[in-house]
């Protein structure tokens, strides 16, 4: 069974540029959950998306949003970036919300 | 959701001794406690977890207590090798919409 993989793996942006991510979940899974994870802040939910509607939000700006297609994989999005968002961004996904969550091995963004 | 303290933030033992490390939370509503390790450059993975209607889980070397009074869980690791090295984060999901709320990490270092 394939796990969840996310692209690209590296990236790096300039400031006031956008950038999308991608996760393809575990086949059947379909929650996707998304996480920020700085060595100050730790790891911070962004938001989690269940057969296409985003059912949770974490406490970011508007500039971050995301979306899930009918096939489960999900794309976030980031616009005007800012310094500050440079950080591994990680994308789990899980059959439900209480259930294991499986992470993607992230995708690296660095904002020069 | 809303706040998970975690401690300690960095743990040396020697090899072949027990490790603990504990976590406090702060939502009455957290009804599930995994507990992730993250080796260096990888993806968090789950290692075990409890629901709130368990006290206590064990999985070969590695046990989770849950005090949902005290609001603490803690992870406790017996017979500890050189490849539990690693960054350990607890987590709990709440009753609240805002996904997973980690812990800060706790660097688990084995002395050989």
């Known amino acids: 069974k394939a796990g969840v993989t996310q692209t690209p793996r590296y990236l790096i942006k300039t400031r006031g540029q956008q950038v999308t991510l991608s996760c393809s979940p575990i086949?059947?899974?379909?929650?996707v959950s998304w996480y920020q994870q700085t060595p100050g802040q730790g790891l911070q939910f962004l938001f989690e998306?269940?057969?296409?509607?985003?059912?949770n939000k974490g406490n970011f700006p508007g500039r971050f949003s995301g979306r899930q297609f009918s096939n489960s994989r999900s794309e976030m999005n980031v616009s005007t970036l800012e310094l500050g968002d440079s950080a591994l961004y990680l994308c789990?996904?899980?059959?439900?919300?209480?259930?294991?969550?499986?992470f993607g091995q992230g995708t690296r963004l660095t904002v020069v | 959701g809303e706040n998970v303290e975690q401690h300690p933030s960095t743990l040396s033992v020697q090899e072949g001794d027990s490790a603990v490390i504990k976590c406090t939370y702060s939502?009455?509503?957290?009804?599930?406690f995994p507990w992730y390790k993250q080796e260096l450059g990888k993806r968090p993975q789950l290692i075990i977890d409890?629901?709130?209607?368990?006290g206590e889980k064990k999985d070969q070397r590695i046990a989770v207590t849950l005090n949902k009074t005290a609001k603490h869980f803690s992870l406790h690791i017996t017979e500890t090798q050189p490849e539990d090295s690693a960054v350990y984060f607890c987590?709990?999901?709440?009753?609240?919409?805002?996904?997973?709320?980690f812990g800060k990490g706790t660097h688990l270092i084995i002395q050989p």
């Open positions: 086949s059947g899974h379909r929650s």
């Open positions: 789990a996904s899980s059959f439900g919300w209480e259930t294991e969550a499986f």
């Open positions: 409890i629901r709130s209607n368990v």
């Open positions: 998306y269940f057969s296409e509607t985003q059912r």
């Open positions: 939502d009455s509503a957290s009804n599930y």
């Open positions: 987590a709990e999901l709440g009753g609240g919409a805002d996904g997973l709320t």
